[in-house]
């Protein structure tokens, strides 16, 4: 294929590529809802982008790459990027793109590989997953064919910031030949590393998920309702009562979902489109402590008591004088 040929080829095709890169950032995004306030947990809105077209001839015949079929051999026509807080959140994303069964994928980059492979460099890290379509599909008016490539990149928001510093300036020829800046940029690199691990600790110390509460009350909703998740409400209420939790507490709180859950389902029913504290799985744990707790879940109640005692009267206790 000679470079009119291309460009003909990928005029006639690019309609497709931003069809099946919407599709793939969509899926995930739903996909990632599920169990994550997507708007939360995403640092930067994802965007499926395809390439300008002198960008891909440049890249098939002018940068010595000796593709043999420079048009299919090129896997980055289209792309889409997911930026998160921390390395740990990367996995999150690589686990939906990874069981997803309506593409085959395959890693170009993992950075945990390279870093093992070379643990005393420090160098751009990102996951770079290359998905292909396993059947024809169509998406609006658009038909995909079988085996489309779309290249996802996941990062954190500090990769991120890295590499929007140093991918149009450190491979350029004049600046790659200066070992100065080469070092300096090993160094970020380095700096990098060590704040996400710094990153995850804090994360982890400010965790309400000692005992895993969110965890059981997130399963336990999804099977009453679908759960309209607000990720900072759930862990304000739970760390206002983080110091009632202890494995007793979590047995009777698993007891107490298995025995009352027609209440709690018809509490939850009732109340759903009234309250937004009705559509939150830490609800099942407000209704545990009224029941069981009552004096507690009063005394440790973060807000204002009248956002509390229509859970007393939901559930049929008399909220307390004192």
């Not at 960008?55 to 299919?72: C, I, M, Q």
């Not at 982890?204 to 900072?232: Q, R, T």
């Amino acid at each position: 294929m000679n470079e009119h040929q291309f460009i003909e080829q990928y005029n006639i095709e690019e309609p497709m590529f931003k069809a099946w890169g919407d599709y793939v950032t969509d899926l995930i995004i739903s996909e990632l809802g599920k169990t994550e306030n997507v708007n939360y947990f995403l640092k930067i809105k994802p965007t499926p982008r395809v390439k300008d077209v002198n960008s891909l001839v440049t890249k098939a015949f002018y940068r010595g790459k000796n593709y043999e079929h420079p048009y299919n051999d090129i896997t980055d026509k289209v792309g889409t990027r997911f930026v998160v807080l921390l390395k740990e959140d990367i996995d999150k994303i690589c686990r939906i793109i990874e069981e997803c069964n309506i593409w085959t994928n395959s890693k170009d980059r993992d950075f945990d590989e390279e870093r093992e492979r070379n643990p005393t460099t420090f160098e751009y890290q990102s996951v770079h997953f290359i998905v292909r379509n396993k059947e024809e599909l169509q998406v609006g008016n658009v038909f995909i064919k079988k085996g489309t490539p779309c290249e996802i990149q996941i990062r954190t928001l500090l990769q991120h910031a890295y590499s929007e510093l140093t991918h149009d300036t450190i491979y350029k020829p004049k600046t790659s030949s200066r070992p100065h800046v080469h070092r300096l940029v090993a160094r970020s690199m380095a700096l990098i590393e060590t704040t996400d691990e710094i990153f995850t600790e804090v994360n982890s110390l400010f965790s309400n998920n000692d005992y895993d509460i969110l965890g059981i009350l997130k399963d336990a909703y999804e099977k009453v309702a679908a759960p309209d998740y607000e990720e900072n409400l759930n862990t304000f209420i739970l760390d206002a009562y983080k110091e009632l939790l202890s494995e007793d507490l979590v047995k009777d709180l698993n007891q107490y979902i298995v025995e009352k859950n027609e209440t709690i389902k018809e509490v939850i029913e009732t109340k759903y489109d009234q309250f937004l504290i009705y559509r939150q799985p830490v609800v099942i744990f407000l209704f545990f402590l009224v029941e069981k707790h009552k004096y507690k879940a009063k005394k440790y109640w973060p807000l204002t008591q009248d956002k509390l005692k229509p859970i007393y009267s939901a559930l049929g206790i008399a909220f307390p004088d004192y």
